[in-house]
């Protein structure tokens, strides 16, 4: 038989050789696509509330985010580790209600919640409800890595971390004036325990990523929502609600009212019906945001990735903190709707 693709695959070998040869540090084009999306939260973010100023803030740390995680896939590296890197960026910054900014519950104290997940081989990772972790997602990632376990939480998520080396920061470390007030308006409004949905405004840190191997990877990480009860336990942290990956489906990092989220099993409804209907992914994505979750009454949104690279941001609220850099290196971020 003759071999038509002979010339093409030699071709591509002597690429291949090439790019070996320069090493990655030339930062040459990727041999395989990579993309990356990430989200900082859903809610009522219109443009009135908004100043230029803030606006900017939040388009530079999105940008930030994804060039750290778009880095990574670029040399090479794993989705797990663009996921992370992505996500600890945000954490590390006041603005999105994760790590640093996260929200207060009802007795005034921060919880955070994280999980990741590995698309080869749906391996995850999650933490709930732990206290003095700076970077809950890097957690997560340790108990994928280093426990027989999906899911750690409380006190024995902090021993666990302790045991693996992280550092605990004091409490003082995730009071932001904003967040205060917030947990101040929520009660003064509704009375201790009753959670309120941040104004509306959810803002949450998720990222979903492809890599060079052809690898999905899911990640979010969050404070969960204002005045919300002590030990109380949103979607972020739950395999299959607020993050999902597998190499056969797709890619979901979810934000919004968790207990909805939990409700519709959102991020794994959207791959499953990607994985069983053929379903593109924004058809899949549109279809429980706008279809089931909205009719429960959920708002909120995601970002999801397929296993080619492409991107669908979906939500149902008036804007998205969102972003991403597709398979062309083409790089996006969006606040609004429109
Ligand atoms: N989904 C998060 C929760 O319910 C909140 C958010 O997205 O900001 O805990």
Request: proline letters at 3%.
């Amino acid at each position: 038989m003759v071999d038509h693709n002979g010339p093409k695959r030699l071709l591509l070998s002597l690429c291949l050789l090439a790019h070996l040869l320069a090493g990655n540090a030339m930062s040459a084009e990727p041999v395989a696509p990579v993309a990356i999306a990430i989200h900082g939260g859903a809610g009522t973010i219109v443009r009135d509330n908004m100043t230029a100023d803030l606006e900017a803030q939040f388009e530079a740390k999105l940008t930030e985010a994804l060039r750290a995680g778009h880095a990574i896939l670029r040399d090479g590296g794993s989705s797990l580790d663009a996921v992370a890197a992505t996500i600890e960026v945000m954490e590390n910054s006041p603005l999105f209600n994760a790590g640093k900014g996260a929200v207060f519950n009802a007795e005034g104290v921060n919880e955070l919640d994280a999980s990741i997940m590995n698309g080869s081989d749906r391996q995850a990772g999650a933490v709930a409800g732990v206290r003095g972790i700076a970077n809950p997602i890097h957690l997560a990632r340790a108990v994928m890595d280093h426990s027989p376990h999906v899911m750690l939480m409380g006190e024995g998520a902090l021993e666990f971390a302790r045991a693996q080396g992280f550092n605990t920061v004091e409490s003082d470390y995730f009071y932001t004036e904003r967040r205060w007030q917030q947990l101040q308006d929520a009660q003064k409004q509704a009375g201790q325990f009753t959670v309120l949905p941040n104004d509306q405004l959810f803002s949450t840190v998720g990222a979903v990523a492809l890599d060079q191997q052809g690898n999905l990877a899911a990640g979010t990480s969050t404070g969960g929502m204002t005045n919300k009860r002590f030990g109380r336990v949103g979607d972020s942290p739950i395999i299959g609600a607020g993050t999902w990956a597998d190499n056969a489906g797709c890619a979901v990092s979810a934000t919004g009212h968790g207990e909805f989220f939990i409700r519709t099993a959102v991020a794994h409804e959207i791959c499953a019906q990607v994985r069983y209907r053929d379903m593109t992914i924004e058809e899949a994505s549109d279809s429980v945001v706008q279809g089931t979750l909205k009719r429960m009454g959920g708002t909120g949104g995601v970002v999801a990735m397929d296993p080619e690279g492409n991107i669908a941001y979906s939500f149902n609220t008036a804007g998205m903190y969102r972003g991403g850099i597709d398979v062309n290196g083409e790089i996006y971020v969006g606040i609004y709707s429109d």
